[in-house]
């Protein structure tokens, strides 16, 4: 908090006990910006002028409606959220950008070159990173629909492109990766997906 230019990030704030939070009360109060610290005998910390603090979390501290991170994330004092100035709620990133991730992961060195791997190391053709990219879009847009219950992220997307590239088998590296923990009908609507979307499927 005492040095200049520090960003001081809670992660996953609305996991913290409502009970333990309130000591951020102060400390996110624009006018005062300090920390009490009474075991130093009630030392006084201030946030230093060129920092700031910020949190990220699943949820904005109100519960959650979807229920996919009801377990382990809890409400916060209101008056704790409205001590936060800039509230900014983020999708996941753009199917280009993610198109680019696996580029570079699993088809290019980092100077952007196309990597020459040994001989039967088996690597993503474009069309493949097309459609893992496209599957996992069409799956959101379904979530965000109300017609799945569960999501999936871009660390599933990496997981889902690691175990396919080990198993050369797109649905059995989904079914290890994601629809074997998905609710029933999530599993199967999103396995019609994936076959709808690769032809190899």
Known sequence: MKLPGTIIQFDEWDAIGANC???LQRVL????????IMENGGELVELH???FICATSNT??????????SQGTTIQNYAQINRFG???QLDYIDAESEK???RKMFREDAHGNECDYPEGTQVLEEAEIESFVKTLNVAREAFTKGTLEVTLSTRDLINWVEKFLLTNNV????????????????????DGMIQRTFEFA
């Not at 109060?29 to 009490?36: A, F, I, M, N, V």
């Not at 959650?64 to 991170?69: A, I, K």
């Open 49 to 51: 002028e060129q920092s």
């Open 60 to 69: 904005i501290g109100l519960g959650d409606d979807s229920g996919l991170y």
């Open 171 to 190: 649905r059995e590296a989904a079914l290890m990766c994601f629809l074997n923990r998905m609710p029933e009908s999530d599993k199967l609507a999103v």
């Open 29 to 36: 109060e624009k006018s005062d910006g300090r920390l009490l």
């Open 21 to 23: 939070s309130m000591v």
């Open 100 to 102: 680019e991730i696996l």
């Open 86 to 88: 800039i509230t900014i």
